[in-house]
């Protein structure tokens, strides 16, 4: 079969298409990250220190990266089609769920069992090398596609060494504690590696067929992230089931989904719509491909990662890592204060980059709000960690209102395009439906 841009298809392959839409297959895959990212903040709850924050941003980097290469495969091709595409998913998709059950294990490998860091580094190299498998797979006809996927495979074999040389560090070699570092320095590196090369490229390893999928893609896993929050809320170290059900507990819970809901409103409400349709108005698939790694592939990382350090703020908050401070009343401890802020402040600054990126926009009160957010940490400190928990609250609360004022003849115009968008879509399928059905 023959295809777009000298592709050629093989039989039960369908290529994707500009007004390709996320399929059901991509929403099931994504279910193993909804329990990654539960594991990240597990990683780093167990181990509340600097280095262990950093071996969190290390595996959710990782992490991302998987998740990209399903989000670039599933934009070229439809992955719901055929048998050997979802086959070679639920395979991809068996990899990625073992690597995040080793996660706890990556750095320290614990007594009993199979060597964690080994496991972890085989199953994330079995997850790429599927995924660049596939794409040379697909890559066939096409001297442009092959050429990325050389570059791409030769990417590949540095990261393999990399996290295979971290994980079969010989056991006298240094002491625990200094075998763990070296471990991380070695992650590192095949981050810097996977990301830095990327980035080298100006754009010339992304290809978006379409917009829509896209942004879909990423708003979805963006979703995946406010619900892992909303999970750690309610289960997080026993919270629901362990602690009697007091009225700070209920005010815990109601300012925790407070601020969940500002995340969502600040991003889902009109911003995520905006920056789909400057996508969709970019014509040019070099500027297309920029503008596709740089919104979404990069700036959507700490987009996810803020509500992943919100969670694991609001899980040694409400579950204790001794004494519940929602029914003691204790201040809370600096690694606590600084996920729980350090969590909003991100995914702000986040939306701030997006804003200038995307759409030229100086976002002003949600600057001023990372701002507050900065001046208020050491009174925070002062405070009951209810207390600092609803202080937060009121933060993203008056942001996102403002915010929005701000907003509202860009939101009028966004919410309006994509309102007739929807309607002719509506109008199209009923038509569709109603002569062929």
């Excluded at 979703?223 to 629901?240: H, M, S």
């Excluded at 991003?267 to 920029?290: G, I, K, M, N």
Aim: with cysteine; glycine share 12%; hydrophobic share 55%.
């Amino acid at each position: 079969m023959g295809g777009a841009g000298g592709v050629r298809w093989s039989r039960g392959l369908r290529p994707g298409a500009p007004g390709s839409r996320t399929t059901r297959l991509e929403l099931f895959y994504d279910l193993v990250f909804v329990f990654a990212f539960i594991q990240v903040t597990t990683l780093t709850a167990d181990n509340a220190t600097p280095r262990g924050l950093v071996q969190c941003g290390v595996v959710l980097a990782l992490l991302w990266w998987a998740w990209t290469g399903f989000a670039v495969l599933g934009n070229m091709v439809r992955t719901d089609q055929g048998v050997v595409l979802p086959l070679l998913g639920f395979t991809t998709m068996a990899a990625a769920f073992v690597f995040a059950l080793a996660m706890p294990r990556a750095f320290l490998d614990l007594p009993g069992g199979l060597p964690g860091p080994l496991v972890f580094a085989v199953c994330y190299f079995v997850v790429r090398a599927i995924q660049v498998a596939l794409y040379g797979w697909l890559a066939r006809g096409s001297p442009e596609l092959h050429r990325r996927f050389l570059f791409t495979a030769g990417r590949g074999a540095i990261v393999g060494v990399l996290i295979l040389s971290a994980a079969l560090l010989p056991k006298g070699l240094t002491g625990e504690q200094e075998k763990i570092g070296l471990r991380l320095a070695l992650w590192i590196a095949a981050v810097a590696v996977e990301y830095g090369t990327a980035l080298a490229r100006s754009g010339g390893g992304w290809t978006v067929l379409s917009a829509g999928h896209w942004a879909e893609r990423h708003a979805l896993i963006v979703l995946v992230a406010l619900g892992e929050t909303i999970i750690g809320l309610g289960l997080g170290a026993g919270f629901v089931a362990a602690r009697p059900l007091t009225w700070p507990v209920i005010v815990a819970a109601t300012l925790g989904v407070t601020v969940v809901a500002g995340f969502w409103w600040a991003y889902f409400d009109s911003f995520a719509l905006a920056v789909e349709q400057t996508l969709h108005r970019t014509r040019d698939p070099q500027a297309r491909a920029l503008l596709a790694r740089d919104a979404y592939t990069y700036l959507h990382l700490p987009l996810v990662a803020g509500p992943i350090l919100f969670a694991l703020g609001l899980k040694r908050l409400l579950g204790g890592a001794a004494e519940p401070v929602t029914s003691a009343g204790g201040t809370l401890p600096g690694f606590d204060l600084l996920a729980l802020y350090g969590g909003v402040a991100l995914y702000l600054l986040t939306l701030v980059a997006l804003g200038w990126r995307v759409l030229r926009l100086r976002r002003w009160p949600t600057i001023v709000g990372i701002v507050l957010l900065a001046v208020l940490v050491p009174a925070a400190t002062r405070m009951p960690g209810l207390a600092a928990l609803g202080l937060l609250t009121g933060v993203v609360l008056a942001v996102t209102v403002v915010q929005t004022l701000a907003d509202a003849p860009l939101r009028r115009r966004v919410r309006g395009l994509a309102w007739a968008e929807q309607l002719a879509a509506e109008a199209e399928q009923t038509n569709w439906r109603g002569r062929h059905l």
